[in-house]
Every structure is written in C-alpha cells, then in structure tokens.
Nanobody, 115 residues
Framework: QVQVGESGGGLVQPGGSLRLSCTAS????????TAWYRQVPGKQRELVAT???????NYADVTKGRFTISRDNAKNTVYLQMNSLKPEDTAVYYC?????????WGQGIQVTVSS
C-alpha cells in the first residue's frame, strides 16, 4: 500500500506561480511513476504531468513550457512547479503514485487562479 498526500495549493493571480508537493509513504519502493492530474467540476479529469522512477518526464500540451515536474527521492516527494498560471488552470489537482499493478490517489488540492 502507498499513501499519497498533496500540499501547496491556494489562490494566485493570473501570471503567478505555485508549487505543489506530493509526498508518498508506505511501500514507496514499488512506485514506478508519479503523476499529477487535475479536474474541473463537470469535466473529465486530465493528466497534467508524469515523472517515472528513472526521471523521465512527460507533460500535457496545455501545460508544456509552463509547468515542471520534479522529484526529490530523499524526501519521497514530487513537485509540480506551475508558472505563468492562467484562470483556466483553476482546478482540483490530484497526485497519483503508480505501481505495476495499482494507482494510488491523493485527496486532491484546490488551485484557484483569479484576480
């Protein structure tokens, strides 16, 4: 079992920055990748970015160039640095820790981009 928790959300003005953190605990040795998703009410959840255990990263087109995913293995933490935020980035952001057989979700954290 893996437990996942997110932090760092909040309210930011358009053009601003936020850094989300995702910390995993439990059977962390089994994690093969970590991903960030986001969801707006009434819309499907969408993948934002992924980082594998070997450090390979992948981004959704709408966030490429503005968001950066990174990992600190010593802290069992994955970060999502979000720059040049837009109102359309407003959503609940979820972190997932993925193993070969399971996907573990955090509780989600609100990010609101508004003036």
């Amino acid at each position: 079992q893996v437990q996942v928790g997110e932090s760092g959300g909040g309210l930011v003005q358009p053009g601003g920055s936020l850094r989300l953190s995702c910390t995993a605990s439990g059977s962390i040795f089994s994690i093969t990748s970590t991903a960030w998703y986001r969801q707006v009410p009434g819309k499907q959840r969408e993948l934002v970015a992924t980082v594998t255990s070997s450090g390979y990263t992948n981004y959704a087109d709408v966030t490429k160039g503005r968001f950066t995913i990174s990992r600190d293995n010593a802290k069992n933490t994955v970060y999502l640095q979000m720059n040049s935020l837009k109102p359309e980035d407003t959503a609940v952001y979820y972190c997932t820790a993925n193993t070969l057989t399971d996907q573990y979700w955090g509780q989600g954290i609100q990010v609101t981009v508004s003036s």
